[in-house]
């Protein structure tokens, strides 16, 4: 679940409690920090065990599935995060709350089945519009009272820098949590989610976890019981245990640092009575964004970024990573990824002063072909570890450009409604997400590469679509403006004439 703002920050508003004294900037500070540490420790579980959902879980497809129930069930929880912020009561116990849905999530791993992992992960979307909501407003509001502690002239310069300490630190979680799962997994088996046939070829064949494992049995049943030939593999479920007690113990860890180390806000008063009519305002302003033609035109372009993340968390892991590794590979793939992610947004964010926003998106469309046409030609194998991280590291690279330059496109073409645009953003690229992990284990792996292609060809024509459109609405403001200069100048040239007539007459 990436950190987009699927909420809004005057859809919950919100103020901390204020004493005699003006609150300091070292507290501030140090909620700041508090509030990253506890989204990066808790992203840690959660991010890694989304990796490992297709490899796992993959019998009947029960991982991907559990999937498509949290980004499915997240699409909806945008619309009513600011209603449950106002029960809860402050953002501080919002996200407390909310960061035992996770714990229920991971703690349902130990006994995967359709009747522990399936509710748990509806649950977990259906906390994660509340919990990013109140998140994004806790860091606004910290940013404004620094700048009124500081003495600051506009509090813009400051919810920058608070934004970019938070996602900084936010990102290690996804290398923190890919290098626990391979770490501990490394001591295992190393033929866990292999199989005969990898790559585009993989049709969602049992793999060899699958077959000696059997995930999806009753609660009465371990997360692996026995293999085929009657033995028991106790050492392989000591590790699978231990790997996924450390996640829970980080999802605790992340609730005890947000309930010990945060300020708590408070409800403004003043505007409690307001709070349903603001909820009904972003559901309607969210609505239409839908009619507006050059959010429809960006709009295949926004699902592409929910189905590219799908696709590297659940289907390259599966195809290419463990099918030609094992598991115990996944974790270094997918922190390959990660990194490279992170370092190129910084780039990419620096460039585009350079580049232009433009060029860098057509980059990344003809870099996520490249990548797909190897994607469907390659069959990894045992001696494919360079291939398979060069492969993560262009999705990683594909990510940045998505994520830094197609949320500008979105905030310059919308500057007047940038919350509703946004909150419609996160949901339509959740819808993405939902889409992969739905037909994931129906489809073979060429057919699902096939279909993002499909939508990212229509999508660079719908972004091609909306240049050509502002190119021409700025070359006809353009010549309007010079037409009207133009006419200026006529009306201003015309008493000259007669004034010139008339001494000529007058001689």
Known sequence: MEQNSCGNSSACEE???????????????????????????NWTAFEAIQNLQSTLNSEAGLGVVSLSCVYGSMVLSCLYAPLLIHKVGSCKWTIVVCLFGHVLYTGSNFYPSWFTLIPSSILLGSISGPIWTAQITYLTTSA???TKAAQHGS??????????????????????????????????????????FCGAMDCGLESNWTSDY???NSSTSSVMSYNSTGLPDDKQQVIVYTLFGVFLACNILAALIAWLCLDKDVKNVEKES?????????????????KDIDYVLLMPLVVIIGMAEAIVAGEITKSYVSCALGVQMVGYAMLCFSVTSGVCSSLFGYL??????????LAAVAANAILLIYMLLWQPDGDSLASILSVSGGWGVVRAV????????????????QEAVFANTKMTQSLGNTLVFAYSSALCMDVKLYIYMAILAVGTVGYGALEWKTRNKNNTEADTVDRTVDRG???DAAPETCDLMERETSL
């Open 155 to 196: 509090p813009k310069g400051d919810i920058s820098k608070f934004n970019g300490v938070f996602y900084f630190i936010f990102e290690m979680a996804g290398i923190s949590g890919n290098l626990i799962s391979s770490l501990v997994l490394s001591k295992g088996r190393q033929d866990i989610g292999k199989g005969e």
């Open 274 to 290: 307001a709070e349903s009519i603001q909820v009904s305002q972003l559901l309607l302003r969210t609505v239409r964004v839908f």
């Open 402 to 417: 998505w994520h830094t330059q197609l949320y500008a496109v979105l905030g310059a073409t919308f500057p007047s409604n």
């Open 214 to 216: 059997d995930v999806t």
């Open 15 to 41: 103020e901390f409690t204020q004493s005699s004294q003006p609150t300091s900037t070292k507290r501030i500070w140090k909620n700041l920090i508090a509030l990253s540490l506890v989204f990066m420790v």
């Open 489 to 491: 100048k006529g009306r």
């Open 352 to 361: 585009s002063k350079y580049t232009g926003t433009r060029s860098l998106i």
């Open 144 to 146: 404004h009272q620094y």
